[in-house]
């Protein structure tokens, strides 16, 4: 799975996004919903998402025209989508691995 992207703008310039845990609890407490069933409806606020690990500053008005560039803009959004969950699935993650070795935990009643 993709870990960063690197766009390029009409003038050369390059871009990094990238997610991490920090700027996925940011989206989700500014109230973003990945919606893989209307992922246009959340795109634009998804693509936002991506470029604020490393251009914080950055808003759409500026990210727009970068976007807009782009080619296979459909492929790049589901890779973004997939960027995004990235962080989730590590912290929850699965021990597919150790799925017979004992919990290190327990619940007390």
């Given at each position: 799975m993709a870990k960063q992207i690197v766009l390029k703008d009409a003038a050369g310039n390059k871009y990094t996004l990238e997610f991490n845990r920090e700027t996925v609890d940011r989206m989700q407490r500014n109230g973003f919903v990945l919606d893989t069933d209307r992922l246009y409806?959340?795109?634009?606020?998804?693509?936002?998402?991506?470029?604020?690990?490393?251009?914080?500053?950055?808003?759409?008005?500026?990210?727009?025209?970068i976007w807009m560039v782009q080619n296979h803009r459909d492929e790049l959004l589901k890779v973004l989508a997939e960027m995004?969950?990235?962080p989730t699935i590590t912290l929850m993650g699965t021990d597919e691995a150790d799925k017979d070795a004992d919990p290190t935990w327990e619940v007390v009643e």
């Open positions: 409806m959340s795109a634009k606020d998804l693509i936002t998402g991506a470029f604020r690990m490393h251009h914080r500053k950055l808003d759409w008005t500026f990210i727009e025209p995004f969950m990235e």
